[in-house]
């Protein structure tokens, strides 16, 4: 197995220093190539002056299924695996995942470790039947792919800012991929020190979910049904901040248009996507469909082409 690993990066140096570090150990035979969105931290120089990445590829937006997608195109091996530049793959990660190749998975994942002040948080297998088909889902940060399968996905769907994973799980499930969940294929990580998460994007999150769910089912009840009661309940928890004093009135009224308006332009721009790639894979925005991701690309020796 010639495997390559693919890791998205923006402005994280240092963590992905660790990261690359722990795929040193862990996997020292692979093939590794790092996409650099326009970070402004040094990453590129840094990069540069290691000797264990293979191609550092420069891209200008910052999308990770853009770079997931741009990496994949200079990745030679025939497993190609993404991490994330945050996280450091555990000693057991090589090893089950060529037990799960060697078993005849097409995808394989696993959960992301996280430390916090009381211990280490973890994930579980999540599968969930829609519109009748049972579809397994894959840690984005965390998976590798035998070429053949990502090749017949045309990779990941760059109109998604997110969710670009769940995306291609339904893909994957139409396509009849074998997708393997391995606790051991495992990725640690750390919750940022002051506690703190970005705020919800509402808007995205409900624009990519419309997108995926009528691009890859169509316009139907089951969809409606997914997508408003995913927002029903994220209304009903903002709700209960409202009434706790943690959330102001106007910040939920805003949140709710915000939901509003991204189901409205994700439903209209899926159904444009369907009409696009009627084709299984159902990825009118893949590797297949751009050539010019890449800024610069740069070689072992810091060679720039």
Known sequence: MDLSVVVPTLNGRDRLHNSLDALSSVAPSAEVVVVNGPSSDGTTGMVRARDDVDTLVEISERNVNVARNAGFEVASGDVVAFVSYDLAVEESWHDALVAALDEGADVVTGPTHRTVPAGMTTESEERRTIAGRSVAYFNGDNAAFRRGALTALDGFDEYLQTGGAR?????????????????????????????????????????????????????????????????????????RDVVTGNRAPSEWLGSGRAVAKGLAVGAKDGLSARKADRSPRRNPNGVSTRADRAVCRYDIAGTAD
């Open 167 to 239: 995306d291609a799980a339904h893909r994957i499930a139409v396509m009849r991929y074998d997708l393997d969940w391995r606790s051991d294929m495992c990725v640690r990580g750390e919750y940022e020190t002051d506690g703190g998460r970005e705020p919800e994007d509402w808007e995205w999150k409900y624009r990519a979910l419309a997108y995926r769910m009528v691009k890859n089912y169509g316009v139907r009840p089951t969809v409606a049904r997914r997508t408003l009661t995913d927002a029903l309940g994220d209304g009903v928890s903002s709700l």
